[in-house]
Nanobody, 127 residues
Framework: QVQLVESGGGSVQPGGSLTLSCAAS????????IGWTRQGPGKAREGVACLSAIDGGTYHPDSVAGRFTMSRDIALNVVYLQMKNLKPEDTGVYHC????????????????????WGQGIQVTVSS
């Protein structure tokens, strides 16, 4: 079965860095679009990163562009979200998600439409 399992997360001070991992099993990352969403307190879920199966590019909304970097290790079947210069507004529950042949739409926000999801992990940015 298709499975995504996140790891990492936790608490970090503003300006700090954190890297999330998402291990995929039951499928190969090639041919899949994979991304990350987050949902902060009182906020709607938003896509923050998407790696496109169409062109291989990575996409981010303006809220995280320049601070978040998504990458993948095909051999290990793992994707990563490296986050730096974290802000309190980055606090939330982060999920990885995937879609076979999916497209990254709306500067990566379309990842929220994907159909395979991890369990979610908490990221808290506070002093």
């Amino acid at each position: 079965q298709v499975q995504l399992v996140e790891s990492g997360g936790g608490s970090v001070q503003p300006g700090g860095s954190l890297t999330l991992s998402c291990a995929a099993s039951g499928f190969t990352l090639n041919g899949w679009s994979i991304g990350w969403t987050r949902q902060g307190p009182g906020k709607a879920r938003e896509g923050v990163a998407c790696l496109s199966a169409i062109d291989g590019g990575t996409y981010h909304p303006d809220s995280v562009a320049g601070r978040f970097t998504m990458s993948r290790d095909i051999a290990l079947n793992v994707v990563y979200l490296q986050m730096k210069n974290l802000k309190p507004e980055d606090t939330g529950v982060y999920h990885c998600a995937g879609e076979r042949g999916g497209a990254c739409l709306g500067a990566g926000r379309g990842v929220r439409q994907f159909h395979s999801w991890g369990q979610g992990i908490q990221v808290t940015v506070s002093s």
